[in-house]
């Protein structure tokens, strides 16, 4: 008799409980004006990216034209055979789509030249100059690092990285020589381009004095001719290149107008 009265009173006071329970967890999800805890914080996100939606439009910047000047050089074996005839030229526009991020369209072009006096694995006679021309359209994402807690020098100079899909088109032109053996050669290669830039304001939201540093690895179409080569079967053949491997950099300093 004992026990039934013991297990009809954990019984009572379980249910009670649980039932005590479940409206303390409804009061504590519920608000005064009939709303819950996750309605509220979806208001409170909605209101927030309004705001900085707003701060946006009214400091922000949207569009940007960049034109400049700057330098190409290469590693490897082709920094070797390669002088540059600088400067390089830029052209690009810039779209913002909030604060820290932007994507970048454009274009560059360099020009470069190679010597080789000597017959080579790849010609009976000498190539003599070699002009080559390099056009590379990109596609470009910028991520501009938050200043907000740095130094003032720092958060003047706008820092940012940068990430670019290039395709490199080259043409080479022999100079010194011509007929069918020295025929313009010309392809491309898909490239990658990383670094970081500066943008040192002018006039804020209106003009800027943009400098950029890049580390490019390009896949260009000649990257592992022999044509070049010293001829271990000429004894004329002194001078040459084993291939034409190596990646690109640049630096640049550009104008940019923004509205």
Not at 36 to 58: A, G, K, M, T
Not at 84 to 112: C, M, R, W
Not at 238 to 249: E, I, K, M
Request: glycine share 10%; charged share 20%; net charge negative.
């Amino acid at each position: 008799m004992m026990k039934l009265v013991f297990i009809l009173t954990m019984i009572h006071f379980c249910a009670f409980g649980q039932s005590d329970f479940l409206k303390d967890l409804d009061t504590d999800l519920s608000v005064e004006n009939g709303g819950d805890i996750f309605s509220d914080f979806n208001q409170d996100v909605e209101e927030s990216q309004i705001l900085e939606d707003e701060r946006f439009y009214r400091y922000g910047r949207f569009f940007s034209f960049n034109m400049g000047l700057g330098m190409t050089g290469f590693t490897g074996n082709r920094g070797a055979a390669y002088s540059s005839s600088d400067p390089s030229y830029h052209l690009s526009v810039t779209y913002f789509y909030n604060f820290q991020s932007a994507i970048q369209l454009g274009i560059e072009y360099s020009k470069h030249n190679m010597f080789i006096d000597t017959p080579t694995f790849g010609y009976s006679a000498a190539p003599g100059a070699i002009e080559v021309n390099m056009l590379r359209p990109f596609l470009g994402y910028r991520y501009y690092i938050d200043t907000t807690n740095l130094g003032t020098a720092i958060t003047y100079s706008n820092p940012y990285f940068i990430g670019r899909l290039e395709y490199w088109y080259q043409t080479n032109k022999f100079l010194d020589q011509s007929g069918d053996d020295f025929e313009d050669e010309s392809g491309g290669g898909i490239g990658s381009g990383l670094g970081f830039g500066l943008e040192f304001p002018m006039e804020i939201r209106k003009s800027y004095v943009n400098v950029e540093f890049l580390y490019h690895q390009v896949n260009f179409f000649d990257k592992f001719t022999q044509d070049y080569a010293i001829n271990p079967n000429n004894s004329s053949s002194t001078t040459g290149y084993s291939d034409l491997s190596g990646n690109a950099y640049s630096v640049k300093v550009n104008y940019v107008n923004s509205w």
